[in-house]
């Protein structure tokens, strides 16, 4: 990975205790690009992200954006949006307010930021759909919503956990296409959690490999490919391509 630049997200020195799970990152994620997160299940990739959003906290060490010590801030007080698999809308709320709520909790908005929401649902394909309820959506409408509302946000830092998963091939890769397409627009810092090959070769500059909540490979995505003589690594793109063409 380059080391150039000074990183977006830095992790110093962080341990964090769940249960009987154990973490320990030591690791920086690249300004601007998309940094694909993998490895097996429970290796802590969601606890990596949480560690970013806000939703957990190290026990010792620093989570750092932009070079501030932001470990002891909320989510609300980061600079961070997220989009999660399923349940980012909430459902009782028409996706005019369920975008708008991206902008001010409260509402209270300007007719400039009452325009940009529109904007926003006009330019993730779902224009005139500002009235329209969550549950009268499909489910790569509601990923779009999603991506709107991070729009509108513009924070810096976009974290994404598999928000592909459970859209059939066709959605799958149009949502490839608007996330690489709003991080060429937008230049965040991106962070994609996926279990598919295909998903890192479309979208990511990088790739984290954890294993056992360590970070066991950081790499650029050719050098990540190159690496199948780490058996973990190896058994990822394994099970992943036979898992890419079973029915
Ligand atoms: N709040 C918690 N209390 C106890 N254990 C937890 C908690 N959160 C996570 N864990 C455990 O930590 C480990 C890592 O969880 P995490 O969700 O980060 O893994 P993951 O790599 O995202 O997995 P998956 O690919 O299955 O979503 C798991 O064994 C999980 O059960």
Known sequence: MSETASPAIAFKGVHLSLGNSRFHFDCAFERGVVTAVVGPSGSGKSTLLNLVSGFEQPDSGTVEIDGVDVSRLTPAERPVSLIFQDNNLF??????????????????????????????????????????MPASLSGGERQRAAIARALVRHRPVLLLDEPLAGLDPALRSAMLELIAELQAETAATMLLITHEPRDIKRLAKNVVFLQNGRVLLAATREEFFRRDDLEAVQQFLGESDSAAISP
């Open 91 to 132: 459902a009782h709320l028409d996706l005019y307010t369920n975008v708008g709520l991206g902008i001010h909790p409260a509402l209270k908005l300007t007719q400039e930021e009452r325009g940009a929401i529109s904007q926003a649902l006009a330019r993730v394909g779902l224009q005139g759909f500002e009235r329209r």
